[in-house]
């Protein structure tokens, strides 16, 4: 089915059926991605995950054969629509796991259903819906992980694997992107209008490799790097290599900064013996990346984006930020009701509507789920990292990873609305994934006592 999918989207693509691709490419994934859930879940899981690494990638080739940027594509909608099939495993649990340590996980999902009905009143349908999508699929998909506990070890060997070749293939490509400035790529850039991605020339863009944008892929590549470290395959190193100067070539700081605050969290929830493999790991990884991150092409640029997070006056951005987020503090918090999905507009004083935008996952979460939504939802959020705490110290690295990871994305909760979309993916798979260990683990000590 993978191989049949994969084959059919790239002869299509090199045959110049660009057309063809942006209607098939959302309906054969999906097909493909529903008859594996219910045949080989372990597969559906590495589908969903490169569906999402892979798809921008994908729509702008396709637009680029087609000499057209489409501004609403259809394309973009695929890793959503994969994602969304677990929908069907919280029909199947939640009669059971709302008495366990699920019960948080239904709090959350009904925070955003209440927040999705509210924008269906307030907002355009098909807005309210977008933004539905952005909300609840990572949800559903860490619920669907943690749901499948008894499967744990094998969900387990294959995000390795997945995140493994993923690092490596993603950050060859975000080196080629830098160096090289695809056509495919450029002609992106250009439709977009954004300046934030660089200029479509080689050396000037800020690297998004396969991904929609700078930052999701950098929180992705965050999340592989943190994980591959306790990898013992010889792989790793290549993949660490390209990984962490792709990485920095994104220039994307709040995950810069959500690294730095998970890496020392991941060597604390270790134990000792796990510490100094990883130990030994670091110098072998500074051996392979200190080199290529201060020569040029690469060291100017990079050092530039350094110097901004430590002489802070210069941070232009960081001081427009402050800014944004002290003139919306109080929009945030003043409708209890909260906006609903897709909503972007707040009634002023004098009854006109005005848009806004958060810079914070705290204050979209009260704007968008409003006093109502956000308690639950935040309160859910809590817990379910609460309890993954808990588990430092675990025998199995993975979960030492996985609350690093966690730790890393919620840190960029100030900077932005990491809880959505590819970035929110990440979140809420590696607490689907802890909470899983956690269950798994505890089933285990039962057993054998």
């Known amino acids: 089915m993978i191989l049949g999918f994969t084959l059919l989207m790239g002869l299509l693509m090199l045959g110049g059926a660009g057309s063809i691709v942006r209607l098939l490419f959302p309906a054969v994934a999906t097909v493909a991605a529903f ?31 087609l000499g057209v940027y489409d501004d609403q594509p259809l394309i973009l909608l695929t890793p959503f629509l994969v994602t969304f099939i677990c929908a069907f495993t919280f029909l199947r649990y939640f009669p059971r796991v709302y008495r366990s340590d699920g019960l948080p996980f239904v709090l959350v999902i009904m925070a955003v259903t ?12 098909i807005t309210a819906v977008r933004a539905f999508l952005d909300w609840m699929t990572p949800v559903l998909f860490g619920f669907h992980l943690y749901a499948n506990w008894r499967d744990y070890p094998d969900y387990r060997q294959n ?5 493994l070749w993923g690092v490596l293939l993603m950050g060859s490509y975000g080196i080629y992107q830098y160096m090289i400035a695809p056509e495919w790529d450029n002609f992106w850039i250009i439709g977009t209008e954004l300046i934030t991605f660089g200029r479509p020339e080689p050396l000037e863009i800020r690297v998004f490799s396969t991904m929609n944008s700078p930052g999701p892929f950098a929180t992705t590549i965050m999340a ?4 591959i470290f306790n990898d013992k395959g010889g792989l790793r190193f290549p993949a660490v290599g390209v990984g962490y100067l792709s990485f920095m070539l994104s220039l994307v700081r709040t995950a810069w900064l959500g690294w730095i605050v998970a890496f020392p969290a991941l060597i604390l ?11 030994a790991t670091i110098l072998l990884v500074l051996l392979i990346v200190v080199p290529l991150t201060v020569t040029e092409p690469f060291a100017s640029v990079i050092s530039e984006r350094v110097d901004t997070l ?24 003043s409708n209890a009701l909260g906006m609903g999905s897709g909503g972007i507009y707040y009634i002023t004083p004098e009854g006109k509507p005005e848009k806004v935008v958060f810079d914070s996952a705290v204050l979209d979460m009260f704007f968008t789920l409003g006093w109502v939504g956000a308690i639950p939802y ?11 705490l808990q588990s430092t110290g675990s025998p199995d690295p993975f979960v030492s ?37 956690r269950r798994y683990y505890w089933q285990l000590r039962n057993e054998q006592e």
């Open 35 to 65: 008859y594996l859930y219910l045949r080989f879940p372990i597969l559906y899981l590495g589908f969903t995950w490169w569906i999402w690494f892979l798809t921008p990638w994908v729509r702008r080739y396709v637009d680029y054969r």
């Open 114 to 125: 209440y927040s999705f009905l509210v924008g269906m009143v307030l907002n355009a349908p």
């Open 159 to 163: 995000t390795y694997r997945v995140f």
């Open 224 to 227: 592989g790097l943190l994980l």
């Open 269 to 279: 929830s270790l134990r000792q013996k796990f510490q100094i493999r990883l130990f």
């Open 310 to 333: 430590v002489n802070i006056r210069r941070d232009q951005s960081l001081q427009d930020r402050t800014a944004i987020y002290e003139r919306n503090l109080e929009i945030a918090f």
């Open 378 to 388: 935040l309160g859910g959020m809590l817990l379910l990292i609460y309890t993954l």
């Open 401 to 437: 990873s996985a609350i690093a990871i966690v730790i890393g994305v919620v840190a960029q909760f100030g900077f932005g609305s990491a809880m959505l979309g590819a970035s929110g993916l990440i979140l809420w798979s590696f607490i689907g994934l802890g909470m899983a260990a």
